[in-house]
């Protein structure tokens, strides 16, 4: 059964078909409303809902989807994201008050957002792009839009100090030509999952799933449990390691962070790595990899473990081609 709504002076209609959400504005009056609802209606009993023109306020959108995603973030993320939506709730009924349909959100429109985040001195203004790349991807995932507007917005330069040090192809071969066998598998998996070391310290064999090729991790108090997927070098690595620790529940039972942490120092200097050295950087590594490959921020942050989608978006910096040369030297 669907429903009307009143926005501003004009009446909304709002209904159902083949599980998706319409919304189509009649006018001021609320007697055509209640028929062009019953019209509707009638079409769609008739199975010719392929006919409804699929738009939307956007204030319905950002409404619904605000009450769509509570679940499926961090607490922090969602507060992100609903900071995102009341300021662009502002941002519209202020500077832009001629827009009503989601499909009016131009790229113009969206710089102009960001124009205004800034002037408000809002912090994280990039932050807030990305993430309403991802409101945007929702709606076309739900068919109200066919590109995402935010993608032809220039994104404000990255500090480089803050851009995290990553390993190039050349210099992560080198750390593991000269490894010892547990420091290479460590470093291989790190490498394929983005796990930390302390991570692997409490990884057992039965947080592996052979069969969903997949690890299930949930050590950290108060964080949310995640799957990772497991490619298949990684799993024949662990599987034939699993031979050699048939008798232990952990799958690095003998693994000491201080050992391994002074191995890769001895590394780094024998190969003449210029920067200093510790685990983070596979993770950064296999994350900045991941954002190459198109990758959301919140399902990296989701990956990693984080409990903020902000403790990853540094790694924004390498979505676009050539960003670094090499490894950790950032082009000027």
């Not at 189509?24 to 009056?29: E, F, Y």
């Not at 090729?213 to 950290?220: A, Q, Y």
């Not at 120092?265 to 510790?278: G, L, R, Y």
Request: proline letters at 3%.
């Amino acid at each position: 059964m669907g429903k009307i709504q009143k926005i501003g002076s004009d009446y909304f209609i709002e209904f159902l078909a083949r599980g998706l959400k319409y919304q189509q504005k009649i006018g001021p009056s609320r007697a055509l409303a209640v028929k062009a609802l019953k019209e509707t209606e009638e079409k769609i009993s008739r199975g010719e809902a392929a006919t409804v023109v699929r738009d939307i306020h956007w204030t319905v959108f950002l409404d619904d989807f605000l009450v769509g995603i509570k679940k499926d973030f961090s607490p922090k993320t969602f507060q992100r994201f609903r900071s995102l939506v009341r300021n662009f709730k502002v941002f519209l009924k202020q500077d832009r008050p001629d827009i009503a349909r989601l499909s009016e959100l131009t790229p113009r429109v969206i710089e102009d957002f960001r124009s205004f985040l800034d002037k408000a001195n809002k912090p994280d203004v990039n932050l807030n792009i990305f993430l309403l790349r991802e409101v945007f991807d929702h709606a076309i995932k739900l068919g109200y839009l066919n590109d995402n507007p935010t993608l032809h917005v220039r994104i404000l330069p990255a500090n480089k100090k803050e851009i995290p040090v990553i390993l190039s192809e050349r210099e992560a071969e080198q750390f593991l030509r000269y490894a010892s066998p547990l420091l290479k598998l460590t470093v291989e998996i790190i490498l394929a999952t983005g796990l930390s070391l302390e991570e692997l310290a409490q990884l057992g064999w039965n947080n592996i799933d052979w069969t969903r090729n997949c690890i299930s991790i949930l050590f950290k108090k108060k964080a949310q449990a995640r799957t990772i997927f497991l490619v298949a070098q990684a799993k024949e690595k662990l599987k034939d390691h699993r031979k050699d620790q048939s008798n232990s529940r952990k799958v690095f039972p003998t693994l000491s962070k201080k050992k391994l942490q002074s191995e890769l120092e001895d590394i780094a200097k024998q190969i003449a790595f210029p920067s200093s050295v510790n685990f983070e950087i596979f993770q950064n590594t296999f994350a900045a990899h991941l954002m190459r490959r198109g990758i959301s921020l919140t399902s990296l942050q989701k990956i990693l473990g984080k409990n903020d989608v902000a403790q990853v978006f540094a790694f924004t910096a390498f979505i676009e081609k050539d960003v670094y040369s090499g490894a950790h030297h950032i082009k000027s």
